[in-house]
């Protein structure tokens, strides 16, 4: 059986400077758009779904599997980068982090982990996900750009940093399986 997984990264969450980004909910735009992202995410049924323990995910997760009437699981590691509290900074800022990320796999940037250790995290918590679905087609996963493009570049001839760039809240690749191979990539999943 031809088995695909399905990344997603998030709807769009209230951004707020007073806490860490991993704390951050859902907001009221971001349920709009989880509820058209599970329309998009219907031609792929049935599929199993899965999700990051950050709120922003589970919640764009919850409204997926309450459209779709299906369940959902929270899964350890497919979490997003670590990273602290900070004043809300300009694209600019942003892409020139995440830009250090990619480049230089071994240095801590931002937060506690370095890219690499979030890349084996991350590939363990899908790992698990997908232990966890083992007679399904399809799994689906909410969780965050940074990682999925870790992933996905390191098993595709894509650079990271552009495909971050293209994945907006909510957005997904699909990928075929075993290895990861890239077979689409949809923006603006949630318009």
Same mark, same amino acid.
């Given at each position: 059986?031809?088995? !695909?997984? %399905?990344?997603?990264?998030?709807? @769009? $969450?209230?951004?707020? +400077?007073?806490? +860490?980004?991993?704390?951050? @909910?859902?907001?009221?735009? #971001?349920?709009? @758009?989880?509820?058209?992202? /599970? &329309?998009?995410?219907?031609? =792929? ?12 995910? &589970? !919640?764009?997760?919850?409204?997926? /599997? ?10 350890? *590691?497919?979490?997003? =980068?670590? !990273? $602290?509290?900070? $004043? ?11 830009? !250090? %990320? =990619? ?7 931002? *937060?506690?982990?370095? *890219?690499? @250790? ?6 363990? #918590?899908?790992?698990? /996900?997908?232990? *966890?679905a083992p007679d399904t087609k399809t799994l689906v996963v909410v969780t965050h750009g940074t990682v999925m493009s870790l992933l996905v570049a390191a098993h595709n001839d894509i650079d990271p940093m552009d495909l971050w760039k293209r994945l907006t809240c909510p957005s ?7 290895? =990861?191979?890239?077979?689409? %990539?949809?923006?603006?999943? #949630?318009?």
């Amino acid at each position: 059986m031809t088995r !695909r997984i %399905i990344l997603v990264k998030h709807a @769009q $969450p209230i951004l707020d +400077a007073t806490m +860490a980004p991993r704390h951050w @909910q859902l907001s009221a735009e #971001g349920a709009d @758009q989880a509820r058209r992202l /599970a &329309q998009r995410l219907a031609e =792929f049924m049935p599929f199993t779904l899965a999700c990051s323990r950050e709120p922003k995910a &589970q !919640r764009t997760g919850a409204i997926v /599997a309450e459209e779709l009437d299906l369940p959902m699981r929270v899964v350890e *590691g497919l979490e997003e =980068f670590d !990273r $602290p509290a900070l $004043p809300l900074m300009p694209a600019a800022e942003h892409e020139h982090l995440n830009a !250090r %990320i =990619f480049t230089d796999l071994s240095r801590v940037v931002i *937060g506690r982990e370095s *890219g690499a @250790q979030a890349l084996a995290r991350f590939r363990e #918590g899908v790992m698990t /996900a997908l232990d *966890g679905a083992p007679d399904t087609k399809t799994l689906v996963v909410v969780t965050h750009g940074t990682v999925m493009s870790l992933l996905v570049a390191a098993h595709n001839d894509i650079d990271p940093m552009d495909l971050w760039k293209r994945l907006t809240c909510p957005s997904f690749v699909v990928l075929a399986l075993p290895g =990861f191979a890239l077979a689409r %990539i949809v923006e603006h999943a #949630g318009t």
